[in-house]
């Protein structure tokens, strides 16, 4: 159970990852987009990748809030055993 736990530990910070270099990039394209329409130019391609970009980052945060919920689950089914093999009781 420790190695599953581990795995998703691992996969949530790569998720935490993707998410940080999303965010920088949606921010960035956007900064292009308004750029590109304060210089009179068509902003339609831009506008189309900054659209794919904010759906990857929205698939990446609703992976980590997967695997976050799934480690949330693993340790509160872990917890009682954990207890009981402490001695400690509810």
Same mark, same amino acid.
């Given at each position: 159970?420790?190695?599953?736990?581990?795995?998703? +530990?691992?996969? *949530? $910070?790569?998720? @935490?990852?993707?998410?940080?270099?999303?965010?920088?990039?949606?921010? &960035?394209? #956007?900064?292009?987009?308004?750029?590109?329409?304060?210089?009179?130019?068509?902003?339609?391609?831009? +506008?189309?990748? *900054? $659209?794919?970009? @904010?759906?990857?980052?929205?698939?990446?945060?609703?992976?980590?809030? &997967?695997? #976050?919920?799934?480690?949330?689950?693993?340790?509160?089914?872990?917890?009682?055993?954990?207890?009981?093999?402490?001695?400690?009781?509810?």
């Amino acid at each position: 159970m420790a190695e599953d736990r581990a795995v998703v +530990e691992r996969h *949530l $910070a790569q998720a @935490e990852a993707a998410i940080n270099e999303g965010t920088r990039h949606v921010q &960035r394209q #956007r900064e292009i987009v308004a750029s590109l329409q304060v210089d009179g130019h068509n902003p339609r391609q831009a +506008e189309e990748l *900054l $659209a794919i970009f @904010e759906e990857t980052l929205a698939s990446h945060i609703e992976g980590r809030n &997967r695997l #976050r919920k799934e480690l949330d689950e693993a340790r509160d089914a872990e917890s009682p055993r954990t207890r009981s093999r402490q001695g400690i009781s509810e």
